[in-house]
C-alpha cells in the first residue's frame, strides 16, 4: 500500500467517489487501483481567497513501486497494527484505579490480554455522571465524588473529545480504531484535527467498558482509592471505599490512573513516601467569542460553506515579561463548563458536542506557571497553589459556584464589567462580572493583556472589546508528577505503575490511552515474569 498526500481539492468535491479522483488528480487507469481509502483531509485556509482541502490517499495498486517512483507526495504506508500482549495463568488480578483514557486503554488491553483486570472508579458510570453534572449546573449541589472531573470516561468525557496528540507513537491508529468500533465517528480516522464530541464519546466510553467487561474484567464504580499495602518494597494490596466500607484486593500490579484533579490521592502518596515532583503548569481564563466571528475571521468569504466546520484555531505568543500565553482546548461552537470537583473552589474547562454548533467558540488562554512561583520547594506546593486561586476563583464569583467573568474591553481598561456585549455567557449555573484580578496573580493578568492585543494581530477580531474571559481556567494539567522509572514503576514501590495525566506523563485524550496501554503492556510483562518464577 502506498501513501500519497498533498492532494488539493476544492471545497465541494465529492469525496464518496475516490476512484474517480485519483484518475482526474493522479491520473491513474481504474483497472490498476485495487483499493482507494481517504487517509486524511484536513483545511488549507492560509488564503481566505482561496480555502481549500489537502488530502491524503492510501491506495493498494498493481506496480506500487513504480507508483512510488512517479507519484509526487508518495511514500510507503504500513496499515494499523498492534500485538496485544498474552498473560497465562496468575495468582492475581491487576487493578487499575481511574477510569479515563488511560485506565480505559490499560483496562481493555490488560482484558485483552486475559489478565482480567479490575478496575476502581471513584465516580459514577456515564450515565449518573450526566444526571450529576446537570444537576449541579441547573443550580443544584456539587457531587465531590462524580462531577465533570471524575467517573467514567475521565475528564474528557466532558470537553470536546478532541483526538489531537503531539506525541509520534505506533499505539495510536489502534486507540483511533478501537474508538470508532466503539461508536466514534469515523472520520476521526481521516480527519487532521480530529473530535468525537462529547455526546457521542459518552457512548464510546460505555462500549469499551462493556468489551471490558465481557473479556473478564470487572469496573466498580463508586468505589475511591484509599490505601495500599506493601511488603518488602512490593506492592501487596490495594485498598477502596465503596458504600462506607472499606475492602481490600490482594494484587502485585497497581496501574494509577486517576487523573490530575484527584487531590486526595497525591497527598496520600506523599504520606506513604511515594516519590513525588514538583511539575509545571498552567493557569488562565476561557474566553468565548461568537463561532460567527472565529469562523469568519478563519474562512473569509468561505464562513458558511456547507463542507466546512466551526472554525478552530491554535496560538501562543512569547511576551516580553518571560511568561508565554497560549490556547489550549479550543472549543469551536461550544460551551464553558463548570469543573469543580471540591466544595469551595471554582474551576472552567471547556466543552462542545460533535455539531459543534452552539453560538460561542472557546479556547482556554493559558500562562505557564512554575516552581519558581509556588513559594515552596514541597512536592505538592503548586496543588497548593492551584487550589488557592480556585478558592478565589470562588469567593470572586459569589461563593455559589457562579463564575467570574469579565468584558474584554473593561478588562484592559481596568473596570469590573457592568454588562456584557455581543458576547453572551455559556456557563452554567451562571457567571458574575469581577475583574480577573480578583483571583489570578499579577504576572498573569499582564500576560493576558499583553498576549491577547498579540493575538489579535493574528486573527482578526480576537481581541474584540467584547471578547468575554471567563475563569478559572486552572485544570489543563497536573501540578504533581509521581515519579517512575524506565520500567514504567514507581521508583519508590515496585507493582505500582504512575499512569497518564494525573501521573504528569501525559496531555490529552490520546496520550493519556497511549500511556495506558503501555502500562498495561508492562505489568503483562510483570505478570508473566511472576508466572515463570
Aim: some cysteine.
Amino acid at each position: 500500500m502506498i501513501r500519497v498526500g498533498g492532494i488539493r481539492v476544492p471545497l465541494d468535491t465529492d469525496l464518496s467517489d475516490l476512484v474517480s479522483l485519483c484518475e482526474k488528480k493522479l491520473k491513474l487507469s481504474r483497472d490498476r487501483m485495487i483499493s482507494v481509502k481517504l487517509a486524511k483531509k484536513s483545511v488549507d485556509a492560509r488564503k481566505k481567497s482561496d480555502v481549500h482541502f489537502l488530502i491524503s490517499l492510501d491506495i493498494e495498486a498493481k506496480g506500487e513501486e513504480k507508483l512510488l517512483r512517479t507519484l509526487k507526495n508518495a511514500a510507503k504506508h504500513e496499515p494499523v497494527h498492534y500485538d496485544v500482549p498474552t498473560v497465562g495463568n496468575v495468582d492475581y488480578r491487576p487493578v487499575i484505579v481511574g477510569f479515563g483514557p488511560a485506565g480505559m486503554f490499560a483496562a481493555l488491553v490488560l482484558a485483552m490480554a486475559g489478565a482480567n483486570p479490575i478496575v476502581l472508579e471513584r465516580g459514577g458510570d456515564v450515565d449518573s455522571r450526566v444526571k450529576a453534572v446537570e444537576e449541579f449546573q441547573s443550580g443544584g449541589r456539587l457531587d465531590t465524588e462524580c462531577n465533570v472531573q471524575f467517573g467514567e470516561g475521565g475528564a474528557g468525557t466532558f470537553s470536546d473529545g478532541k483526538l489531537t496528540t503531539g506525541i509520534k507513537d505506533r499505539r495510536i491508529g489502534w486507540v483511533f480504531e478501537r474508538l470508532v468500533e466503539f461508536g466514534a465517528p469515523e472520520e476521526i480516522l481521516y480527519l487532521a484535527k480530529p473530535h468525537i464530541g462529547t455526546d457521542k464519546l459518552r457512548g464510546a466510553v460505555k462500549a469499551l467498558r462493556e468489551r471490558v467487561i465481557a473479556l473478564g474484567g470487572e469496573v466498580r464504580f463508586n468505589s475511591r482509592f484509599c490505601g495500599f499495602e506493601a511488603e518488602n518494597g512490593r506492592l501487596a494490596a490495594v485498598s477502596y471505599s465503596c458504600g462506607g466500607e472499606v475492602q481490600r484486593i490482594e494484587t502485585k500490579s497497581l496501574i494509577l490512573a486517576t487523573g490530575h484533579s484527584a487531590r486526595d490521592v497525591f497527598e496520600l502518596l506523599y504520606n506513604e513516601k511515594i516519590t513525588l515532583s514538583q511539575k509545571n503548569f498552567s493557569v488562565g481564563v476561557r474566553a468565548e467569542h461568537l463561532r460567527t466571528d472565529i469562523d469568519r475571521a478563519m474562512y473569509g468569504g468561505f464562513a458558511g460553506h456547507p463542507a466546512l466546520k466551526a472554525a478552530d484555531y491554535k496560538l501562543a505568543v512569547h511576551l516580553p515579561n518571560g511568561r508565554t500565553l497560549y490556547t489550549f482546548c479550543m472549543c469551536p461552537g461550544g460551551y464553558v463548563v463548570a469543573a469543580s470537583s471540591e466544595e469551595g473552589r471554582l474551576a472552567v474547562n471547556g466543552m462542545s458536542c460533535f455539531a459543534r454548533d452552539a453560538d460561542n467558540s472557546n479556547s482556554a488562554l493559558l500562562v505557564n506557571v512554575g516552581p519558581e512561583d509556588y513559594g515552596s520547594d514541597h512536592p505538592l506546593a503548586g496543588m497548593w497553589f492551584q487550589r488557592d486561586l480556585e478558592e478565589k476563583a470562588f469567593r470572586a464569583g459569589g461563593s455559589d459556584y457562579r463564575a467570574p467573568a469579565a468584558v474584554l474591553g473593561d478588562f484592559m481598561e481596568g473596570r469590573v464589567s457592568t454588562d456584557y456585549g455581543r458576547v453572551k455567557p455559556s456557563y452554567r449555573p451562571a457567571v458574575r462580572f469581577a475583574a480577573p484580578e480578583e483571583y489570578l496573580p499579577d504576572f498573569v493578568c499582564e500576560s493576558l493583556k499583553l498576549g491577547i492585543k498579540e493575538m489579535g494581530k493574528k486573527i482578526k477580531g480576537f481581541d474584540d472589546r467584547d471578547t468575554l474571559l471567563t475563569g478559572i481556567e486552572s485544570r489543563s494539567s497536573s501540578p504533581v508528577r509521581i515519579n517512575r522509572g524506565e520500567d514504567l514503576q514507581s521508583v519508590s514501590l515496585r507493582g505500582l505503575f504512575p499512569c497518564g495525566e494525573g501521573a504528569g506523563y501525559a496531555g490529552g485524550i490520546v496520550s493519556a490511552a497511549v500511556d495506558g496501554m503501555k502500562c498495561a503492556e508492562e505489568v503483562c510483562r510483570e505478570m508473566e515474569g511472576a508466572e515463570r518464577s
